[in-house]
């Protein structure tokens, strides 16, 4: 039941290829990601999950296979190039630097210059309504140091940050790991608007509740292959698992 | 890492992540609207031990009363512009290490960097080159923020450690300095002479006069106000959060009390015999250092990925930060600094000579920032930090030193204030993680 979004993906990875000496990490990945929707990646650990990301990403170079961005066929063999098509990755680790304060963060590496030097108050501006398009409330101010800030809300930096860089394809490792229920809540709302206002989202994740929760697409990996992806109706808890765990679902299942 | 302690903590009901106490503890006075709330937010900032130079300024004022009390000779016009001066070296250097510890590396070659910098300093501007002073000062600043730029060179493209580098580097440039004072002929004894008519000489030796004392601090607290009541007013126009009128007009207030204090002090007559009056050069020489520091880590791109890189190399890396070349600039930035601090060491001492300690010297440097409050750990501290640090130390030199204590002692003394500031530094940190 293999549903590709045909030419109407922003992304679409065909028969994605990646070894690492004599290990077999990603064969045959072919994955659309659309704009405007949410794609879930889910898998076991050790599925490919990772690698199929930090390919996108533009961490590692594909063996084989394509990679269709917009139309037109990419080659991007560093983090930079990837970024500057309009790929932003956010990993676990969210790249914050906890003694500087929202927009500086927000900003990090693009910073707005006025006589060469910082326009804190431009830049502060454009953080403010970034952050008021996304419908982040909770912070109650942006001259705070990140390092104050809760789970969520350095999470919704992190969104607000790669919006920022006018991000096309947001991708999210693991966004709710670690996050409490409320914060949870925070990110998978954030994740819906993010969606919402025409950027391509893929969620990486284990957590089953959230993705069903958050996604429009779903995509599950089995040791190093896409197995499955469509839309996430067609998809039910049970036949998640199976997909997950075993690489096939039952005709019960599905 | 505090990150994760906070993000497990379940926060079911509430809003907002931290609650309301906790978020005006961590993000202090940018909530405030009044002067009320503001002092409110300060008041719990402290007791939370995040108030920035406070505590440390509270402790260099007890210092003063300790001493005053002690011997009254302490606090008097001649001591306090003494006192000051001798706090010169230890501010500029303290702001040389700063560079480095910000970034959490350490730079142990500044005291002898500085040693080098003297030497062509004094070669360049004394007989038989005798080139007008600035351009030796220039020579000076740039041979030793060379040889930073080597250190910084190694430990960001070979990937050894600063401590092991510029401990390298420290022997190596205490076996230049003593070169470049064997192959000098005029240097007699390893002593160069400098001529008390060079403008370096003055720098310590010499005064403002009274009124130009008083225009000069004029000019400067006016630009200071305009600057702040501009920015006040800009942010406002563009619907952003500015500070209560009653905390501009308090800082504002404070700073020109301060400034007058001081000017007051080194204007009134300080001479035993004949009259001395007016501020040593060396007082606007070091304010205008740190105050440029202090913008250049406010206000330009360098500054920011400065403080980015010694939070979290990997953070800046991914941002496009180009942090090989932040850590070199950093060492090129110490170095000359050093070059600058030796401006004042020579005007001081009257002479360049190879008697210089530079093992001390950067000691004093480290302790210096660490005591006004700059962390080892990167990413946290200001150069203000290291005036405060300077002056702390140099008072307790000069204040143990009128008690007629040994040097033996100050040396214990002021190792017992710089462990309490780095267990202040230790438990601030730690609060922070438990929050």
Redesign the interface.
Known sequence: MSTTEGNGALLSLRGIQKRFGPVQALSDVTLDIPAGKVTALCGDNGAGKSVTIKTIAGLWEPDGGEMVWDGKPIRHNS??EAEHLGIKTIYQ?L??????DIV?NMF????E?RH???DE?TM??RARETLKELRV?????I???V????????QSVAVAKAVMSNAKLVIMDEPTA??????TRQVLDLIKRLAASGVAVMVVSHNLNDVFEVADRIAVMYLGRLVVQGPASEFNRQSAVEYMTTGTASPTAA | M???Q?????????????SET??TT??PE??ATSLGDYLDAWWRRIKNGESGALPVIAGLVAIIIFFQIERSAFLTDQNLVNLFEEAALYILLGAAETFALLLSEIDLSIGYGMGIAGFVLTELSAPPVNLPWWVAVIGAVAAVGFLGFVQGTLITRIGLPSFIVTLAGQLAFLGIMLELANVDSTAVGGVIQLSPTSPIYKLVNSNMSTSLGWIVLAVCLLLFAAVTLYRNR??KA????TPPVGVTVLTLGMVAVAGILLMYVCNNNRGAISVIRGMPWVFPFVFLIIAVYSWMM????TG?YI??V???Q???R????KVKWIVTFAFIMSGATAALASLVYTSTQGNMSTSLDGGSLVLYAVAAAVIGGTTLFG??GRMVNALIGGLIIAVIFDGLGLMGVSPAVQNIATAFVLLAAVSLDAIVRRR?AV?
């Open positions: 983090p930079r680790d790249a914050l630097c906890d003694n500087l500086q990090l590496g693009h910073e210059l060469g030097l910082l108050d502060e501006q409330t909770t912070v109650r101010s001259r705070q140091p390092a104050s800030l809760s789970g969520g809300q350095r670690a996050l409490g229920v409320s914060q | 505090t990150t994760e906070t993000e497990i903590t379940p926060d079911e009901g509430s809003e907002s992540a931290l906790e978020l961590a993000a940018v909530l800009s942010r563009r619907g952003l959060h406010a206000r330009t791109r920011r403080y980015a010694g939070n979290n990997e953070a800046a991914r941002a496009g930060i990413g946290r922070a929050r």
